[in-house]
């Protein structure tokens, strides 16, 4: 069974989703790929344990508190290859940035291949169903290009402000297909 629960969150609200105990899906209002799964599915249950845990730490989160990703029960559902990618995510340390380049160079060495494209990691990335929690948004372009946040370059801002990042030393691109 599929449940579903909202939170409001400074970044608007955000949907969760789970089976059974555990948390499949988080996503910002807007945000692109939003829900992958049949909505239809998805049963409203505000008070199931793991949303109460999940709605603590994303309390704690944006209230500036550096949460830990193994408090909550995950279970994000993707290819193998998505979930190296995730993997990879999840160990971003709080108030830090990694480049596609660089997980892609990471996925490389772990299938022992001479290289890896960044863009698919950056699909990877960019289909990450438990955002925030596992911090796709930590991710940034070669040379400090804030492409390519599912939801939205603003709250890609907002969420690295949070984790005290200073934002000024990124841009953001005025052309692309990952805008």
């Known amino acids: 069974m599929f449940y579903t629960s909202?939170?409001?969150s400074p970044l608007g609200e955000i949907t969760l989703a789970s089976k059974q105990n555990q948390?499949?899906?988080l996503w910002i209002e807007g945000q692109k790929y939003f829900g992958e799964l049949a909505i239809a599915?998805?049963?409203?249950n505000a008070h199931l344990s793991v949303f109460d845990l999940t709605k603590k730490w994303l309390d704690n989160y944006f209230s500036g508190k550096n949460q830990t990703i193994s408090q909550l029960p995950l279970a994000p559902a993707g290819t193998p290859f998505?979930?190296?990618v995730w993997d990879i995510l999840c160990k971003i340390p709080y108030g830090e940035v990694i480049t596609y380049g660089d997980i892609a160079k990471q996925i490389a060495l772990q299938n022992n291949q001479a290289k890896m494209s960044s863009q698919a990691v950056g699909?990877?990335?960019g289909h990450n169903p438990i955002s925030i929690i596992i911090p796709c948004h930590r991710v940034i372009g070669a040379n400090g290009n804030l492409t390519g946040y599912a939801g939205g370059i603003?709250?890609?801002?907002?969420l690295l402000e949070i984790?005290?990042?200073?934002?000024?030393?990124?841009?953001?691109?005025?052309?692309?297909?990952?805008l």
């Open 6 to 8: 909202s939170y409001s």
């Open 23 to 25: 948390l499949i899906g």
């Open 41 to 44: 599915d998805l049963k409203y």
């Open 82 to 84: 998505r979930q190296k």
């Open 123 to 125: 699909g990877a990335v």
């Open 154 to 158: 603003d709250k890609k801002i907002k």
């Open 163 to 178: 984790e005290g990042i200073d934002t000024s030393q990124f841009f953001i691109p005025t052309k692309g297909t990952a």
